[in-house]
Structures are given as C-alpha cells and as structure tokens.
C-alpha cells in the first residue's frame, strides 16, 4: 500500500506544473499494473545496455529500435540552452530532475502515455545510443566507450562545399585518381590567388568555348540565320582574328602541361595582354551569348577540330562545358540550394561575389563549372541522390546503398533561363514550385523517381546495361576518394556511424559527376519514393550497425561494403618507466645574476682566501678557435678541482610506466662543471 500510495504521488507531482514553467513533462494517470510493467521493462533495458535518444522526427528509427526491445530515453528541445546541459548530465549519469519540454510530440502514437512514462524512470540511466540531427548537439568528447552516436567530429571537411573542393586538390597523396574525371572543378573566390585562377580558367574556357562553337556552326550550317536574336554580320577578318587568338591560348595550355613553358620568359608565357583579353572577351558574348552571323572559312573550321581533339586527351571536362561558359556560385557552408545562383559573365560573378564581404573575408564562396551538357529524361534535368555509410574512418570502412532516387527540376532544361527553377533540383526548392506544362508527361508531378523507374527508361533507350558499368561504379569511385582526402582530418571514434546523403549529375555519356555531400540527409516522406526508400535504408542502417556487431553474418540489407583499408598494425605499447638519475652538488656558489650587455660581471661573492686559490685564469686562445677540437681545452685546463666539492646522487621519477632508467652522472670533474666554477 505504501508503494501505491508513493507511485501515485509520483505521478501526480509529474502532471503539476507551475504556471511560469515552461518546460515540462505531462504524463497522464496511470494505474499500479502500468507503472509496474514500465519498472520491469525499463530494469531489463538498463541491464541489456538498449536504452536510445533521438532527436528530430524520426519514426523508422525509433520503430526499428523499440523492434529490437530499446526503450527511449527522450531528449529536451534542441533549441534550448537547457539542452546541451540536459545531455552533458545525461552521459554523466546525473541528470537530475531537470523538467524539459520534449522534442516531437505528435511522431509517436503513445495514447497510454508508456513511452513518456519509461523515459522518464530512465531520467538517471546512461544512453547508449544516440540519433541527433545535428553534429554538435551532443559533446562527443564527455560519452563513454560504450555509447554509440550517429555523427563523427569534424567531418565538415568534405560535407562542406568549401571543405569538399579544397580536399580533392590533394587526392594524388592518396590515390592515383584524377578529380577533374568525377568533380567538376571549383574555386574560392575568397582568396586571391584562387580568383586569379578563376579568372585565368573562365578565360581559357572562353577560348575553348568559341572553338566548339565555331565546329558547331559549321555542321549545321543550314540551320544559321533562323534564330531571331541574330545581329549584322561580322568581318571574316574579326572571326579569323578571334579563332587565331583561343587558337594561340590553347597551344599554350597545351605546352604548359606539357612543361614546356619552363624556360620561356613572362612576357612568351602570357598569351594574351589585359585589353587582348577585354576585346576578345567582348566579341566572344557577341557571337556565342547573342548569336551574331559570322562567316567561316573551312581551313578555320578544320583547325578548330583538330584543337579540340588534342584537348579532349587532356581535359576530362571538356565534353560537359558547353558553349556558354557558365559557372554555378555557392555560399560554401549553406545547404537545400539556398542562395545558389547561375551566372555566364565574368563581371556578373565577380559583382555577385563582392556584395557580401564577410563571406568573402572568411572564404565561403564557392565558383564551380557548370554542367551544360548533362543527360536529361525528356527534356528535363534531374540529379541523384546517393546514401552511403561509413562505420569507422580508421580503417577508414565505407558502405554503399543499392537504392538511391531521383530529383527533377519543374522546368525544361535550358540554358537561355538561368533560373533556379530549371537549374536546381533540390526538393527543398522545386516542392514550391508548379511544374511546367511544358515538361513530358513521363516526369511526375512530385519531381522524383526510384532508381528501378530510371533504369526503366534506359531500358527503353537500350541503355540499362549503362546503369550497372558505368554509373554505379563512378558513384562509387566518387564517394571513395573524397572521403579517402578527410580521412585524416576527421576525429575518429569507436561506437560511431555517419549516414550521408550524396548529389551525382550524369553526363551526356552516363559518367557520374559529384557535386557535393550532405550531413545529416533529409529522411522526410515528403513522396511516395522517398516514403518507401527513406525508411528502408534507416533500417538497414541499424542492421549494419547493431545486429552486424552483435553476429558478423547478419543480413545488411541493401548495404553494401565497398570499400575497407587493411587494418595498420600500430606498435603495442609496453611501458616504459622512464626516471633520471644523477649528481647533485651539496656546495655550490650561485650563478651570477643576469646583467644588461653594457655592464661587468658581477665579482665572486666567497672569501678571501677561496678567491685567492680559484684565481680566475685568462682563457687559452684555443678556445676562441672555432676550428680546434674540444680536446685541446682540456690541455690548458686542470684535470682536478682547487678544492674537493662533496657530491650526492639523486633520482628525478617520472611517470611509472615500465622498468627502464636513464643514468646520466654529473661528474663535477668535468670540463662543464669546470668552466662554470671559474665563472666561464
């Protein structure tokens, strides 16, 4: 009775609250039977070590886990400065009666209030597995070995549109792989020397440009003078003029990789001169931007061909460049396309950058080439959202999932309109938009589809065998050297798992090109697709990374293991006791105090007759040779002191950490000890 009594007082001072307080637990009435049941489950859980926190709407996980018999141990609001406090005790093993507001109310359907009941008996217990939608929500520094967390430590360095572009520039330290074949290139418009190779490459991609645009006329001759935006005629000088220059700039790209340009001077190794640039820049608008009428002789068109070919040895990108020489800015550390903007003029993206200054003091813009020519369904641009899982980092053990899905934009593809609604296929944008009339009716009305749908339509091209040879093995190639580039910048930890979500563009030949690598991605069932997918690959999350540790041979589902560095075998380390021993000296004069430069030294401080038996001597000029050996001193000095000096041995410990001493002996004899006493 008296145990009724207190459990019913319990749960009544858990349903009052004071009218001031803001955050609390209400927890309905609830019987003996109840309140016993939730004791005897929430003891077996302790004692299995299956107590979970998740933070953010995520019912799969928190189904998959109670599946697995885990009980909850619910995490306050994150937005909450209590939060951080609340956890930091939490891991303590101390939290205390701290009265929190939930996070997700309305994710779980608990009618009987169990759930809210056995979190809170769990108030005082350890969690042991925590889901966080946020990479600093929790201090991973302050968990103990045994307590599993979904984000590792500073792994921003490849999430981050500027960590990823910075990273790739040192894959040849780790792999043979070039990123130019699978990472479009990139730049920081922040630092200089970095907008100095912008300018350099949206200069030569210029060049290269014009040349394809001038191939391109040429095969399709029939087809000039129907567009409606075409200006007068030019000269056939200016045309030949233009092609003669991106010719000159080309050959010189060539020789540079080449390193031919070695012993050539500055004024030979710059191909063109600032107003050079100016006016070919001008007329390379003229005719590409706003489609003049030009006029081209064959031999033009033949060298034209015959440069394009040599670049097309050297330059994995040049296929995907296109014409318009358009590049795509990017604040670096933002996410679900905002502030994302297209741009074709070089003025046009170096004033779009300079209106922010502190992203430009602090280096977050991101210039990056972008795909004109990218493979389309009907007309319409898509991307591919690709999950992968990496379990430890060292060694570093990466897992690839078999589904992934895709994004369309709600408008044609084209590139006279360099809006996000045709550019940008990120839901978080096109979700708000209407879908075009325009647009085929194969594309859904939700802008997504599954994979099994993608390789449907290559089917009916007679492609599907590409889907197999030619784009899963780049994604995964992709997704292996950008994380073999962080590997050693990221904090590795043991019980600890990332889930990322990766953004592939497909080229005209079904190449995958990576564009970035989201933390923490979106697991909402916002369609049918990402409905099914979503919580299907959060099961199989938890299968590689619960049921794989308890039993190897678990199934993993749709997870697949592609990539694990051989295990480094690291020195065992057997403790070494490392102590100093040595000679102490009982009778000692002092050290003569520090004195400015322009003043004597000070006079020895002992008696008279001390100062009369160690008679300072004058130094023997063997010393002041830099050349002599040190043997020569000890033939002017005496091997004997004036006067016996008593000594002691002492021993300095350090810490105890094996059975090895290190003896060194301070013989007062010695020339040091010797050159000292006589104020040497």
Known sequence: MVQQFQSQVEIKTLQTTSPSSRYSVHLPALNPERLKTAKAIVD??????????????????????????????????????????HVKEACCNDAGDIKVEYDDKNHDQDPNGLYELMSRLLRNEMVYFYWTNRRDAINTNILQKEQMINHFAKAGSFTTKVGLCMNLRSLHWFDSADPDTFFPRCYRLGARDEKHAFIEDYRRTACTSFLKYIVEKAQNVEEEGKNEHIQEACEPVIVSKLISRALKVCQDFLESLEHADIDASLETTSSLVKEEWGEFIDNYYLFVHDRAQMEISNSLVTCCKAMLQRLAEVSPQLETDGIHNIWIIKPGAKSRGRGIKCAKRLDQILRLVDRDPALIKESKWVVQKYLERPFLVEGTKFDVRQWFLVTDWNPLTVWFYKKCYLRFSTQPYSLDILDNSVHLCNNSIQKHLRPSHQRHPVIPEDNMWSDDQFMTFLSSRGQKEQWENVVVPGMKKAVIHALQTAQDLVDSRKNTFELYGADFMLGPDLHPWLIEINASPTMAPSTPVTARLCAAVQEDMLRVVLDRKADRSADTGDFELIYQQATVDVPQYVGVKLFIEGLR????????????????????????????????????????????????????????PSRHVPIETFTLHLPKTGHRSIHLPLDPHSHSVLLWRRGL
């Open 585 to 640: 000296l009982k009778d000692t004069c002092l050290l003569p105090p520090l004195r400015p430069l322009n003043r004597s030294a000070s006079k020895y401080r002992g008696t008279k007759k001390e100062m009369a038996q160690e008679k300072v001597k004058p130094l023997p000029k063997v010393v002041k040779s830099a050349i002599s050996p040190i043997k020569n001193i000890s033939e002017k000095v005496p091997t004997q």
């Open 44 to 85: 077996k859980t302790v004692k299995l070590h299956k107590v979970f926190s998740v933070q953010g709407p995520y019912p799969a996980i928190r189904a998959s886990l109670r599946a697995r018999g885990w009980v909850e141990k619910r995490m306050c609001r994150s937005g909450h400065p209590v939060y951080k406090r």
